[in-house]
């Protein structure tokens, strides 16, 4: 379902960082009233209109409800999804746990001030559905599978992934790992068509491809050793076409085509970010388009089926006629064709996202806080 009318309203989830422990939350957070931003006046005879624009402001001012839970230790990783139309959450503690949640309450509470006002004054925090204690040390790595409802891999900073298997009342966590990697598993990202697969990328530079329908340690299909030159951050997995992007700490952006896999070489590599890749993720809807963030503060729009043609590149050179314009054709030359957009504004970026109702929308996630966007070109 696309949903295209102004305003918006949007629901998030995530966890906090606290320095003490038991100071962390994980929250659900509400806004609404998300409307265009709106333009300046562009000259003088507009300024009679100033009256009803700051009653037209004050109609389109965001509105933003929040709430919490308890939760003991920093939140690495949050992830969220749906299982028999109940909302779920697993976070990933800087304690070496795994926890999952029932937000429904938490819901129920923003979307009504009575139910918020009873959650608040009986300082309610729902206890987590089930906890994993089995991962040696703590980890980032967490999906949700798209495929099997409730199915989940989690990997840690000891090498090691551990997939869950749902049962009518808890889950079932295999005890034996899935060996392979030899140092931290950064990401995993679930095959969106083939419910025994998923991939996972680590520090030691490699990408695997795994099938779970095998025994743990046989497990693994293939492998992109060397990847990276440097830690394998992040991946996404297309769910249209059989490509996956994978970002490193070497600034890299790479597209495989898990159809030349074993050829071991990219179909794409982009360098523009001048740190490393904190974040990437595939558009849901357009098999070409795909978001980065990057340590360097930037948030980039790629489109892989942009490609300047050879009349553009006459153009351009035709209308450089001045030392500003032949200064400004070379910064861009510079950028890759492929590269749509940059957003910047933010500090420390963490996470983006693509809205899967709203179509074009990415929510970005920071020290600075959030920011939400939609360009004309996504």
Known sequence: MDRNQYPHTIYIVCGTQAEKSDRNSVMVVKMSNLTKTLKENASDTESDEDDDD?????DTKPEFESVSLKHIGCI???RSTVINDRKIAATWSDTGKVHIWDLSRLLHAVNDSSVMATYVRNQESPKPLFTFNGHMNEGFAMDWSPTVPGMLATGDCSKNIHVWKPSETE???DQRPYIGHTSSVEDI???PNEQSVFTSCSVDRSIRIWDIRAMPSKACMLTESDAHTSDVNVISWNK????IISGGDDGFIKVWD?????????????????SSITSVQWHHTDSSVFAAAGADNQIT?????????DEENKEQTATATTTTTKNNNNQLENLPDQLLFIHMGQTDIKEIHWHKQIPGLLISTALSGFNIFKTISA
């Open 54 to 58: 700051d009653e037209e402001e004050e």
């Open 76 to 78: 690495n990783r949050i």
């Open 171 to 173: 889950w079932l966590v």
């Open 189 to 191: 990202q679930w095959s």
């Open 240 to 243: 249209h076409e059989p490509f």
């Open 258 to 274: 898990l159809r030349q896999f074993s050829k071991k070489t990219p179909v794409a590599s982009f360098k523009h970010h001048r």
């Open 301 to 309: 729009l790629w489109d892989l089926a942009v490609e300047k043609d």
